[in-house]
């Protein structure tokens, strides 16, 4: 799926990185821990996060994040734009919410990072 | 550019600076690309080496954090000088956290950063002294042969 794609599923406005539109999205991942993003996304992903600060977009170039949407409207400051601009990190923001982007997203097929272990240890 | 001999360069980590946080992992990333090292193995230098420097900014006064790079490994060292672990066994549980509600707003503080670096790294040593300080310091083996079957994601 390409990221343009994901932006007219999730209604998304386009804060920079206007011209990365054609890139592939592999994965999705959820969370505002960047913590978790760290330890369980994979690289060529998509983030959706409700954290607007510079650690979100640090977090997206250590982790190989391929692009950030905020969700519930949440507008990042120029400080934020301007290092995802050095970066190379498209980001968008959507007026749903993270468990809605999630689910549109989901519904899809776009696969998630973050693999539910335990449930697929319980099946085999 | 390739890699005859040993590489190394320190950086330094100013604690309770959120702004800067995340500039070191970032340089010790763009060096690892420039010499060309495998990109899952910069992918897994570069989170540990993160959550190391997460952890001086929300915790300790400053530090430096010194990559070294040899045909054989990868090794880094966060020496800080800080409160110090009282209990590493207990900061190395996944959750355990003393973090404070400014840290959790940056989104970490959760509990990850020790388990994120064992996670990514194939030796880790953790020296601490309550008051004086923490010395982080950990490995990623460069040559097939010598890593310890594969890492759990």
């Known amino acids: ?124 | 550019m390739r890699m005859d001999k040993s590489y190394s360069q320190s950086f330094e980590i100013t604690g309770n600076n959120f702004f800067d946080a995340g500039k070191a992992a970032t340089e010790v990333k763009m060096i690892l690309k420039q010499i060309g090292i495998n990109s899952d193995i910069i992918r897994r230098v570069a989170i540990a080496s993160y959550e190391a420097e997460m952890n001086v900014v929300m915790y300790a006064k400053r530090a430096s954090m010194t990559i070294e790079i040899s045909q054989e490994k990868i090794k880094i060292v966060v020496d800080d000088e800080g409160p110090g672990i009282q209990n590493i066994e207990l900061a190395m549980k996944e959750g355990y956290s003393t973090a404070t509600t400014e840290m959790r707003e940056m989104g970490f503080g959760a509990g990850m950063g020790l388990p994120n670096i064992k996670r990514n790294a194939d030796h880790l040593k953790i020296e601490s002294e309550v008051g004086k300080g923490t010395k982080v310091e950990f490995v990623i083996e460069l040559k097939e042969s010598a890593r310890g079957g594969s890492k759990e994601r």
């Open chain 1, 1 to 124: 799926m390409t990221l343009n794609e994901i932006s007219k599923l999730l209604s998304c406005e386009v804060f920079c990185g206007e011209d990365q539109l054609n890139m592939d999205i592999e994965f999705g991942c959820a969370s505002d821990l960047m913590s978790d993003v760290l330890a369980f996304s994979r690289s060529g992903a998509i983030l959706l996060t409700g954290l607007v600060n510079t650690q979100t977009i640090h977090t997206a170039f250590i982790a190989e994040i391929n692009a950030v949407v905020f969700v519930r409207r949440k507008k990042p400051d120029k400080d934020i734009v301007a290092l995802a601009r050095e970066k190379h990190i498209p980001l968008l923001g959507t007026p749903y919410s993270l468990y809605e982007a999630s689910g549109i997203l989901y519904k899809t097929g776009l696969i998630s990072t973050m693999e539910c272990i335990s449930v697929k240890n319980e099946n085999g």
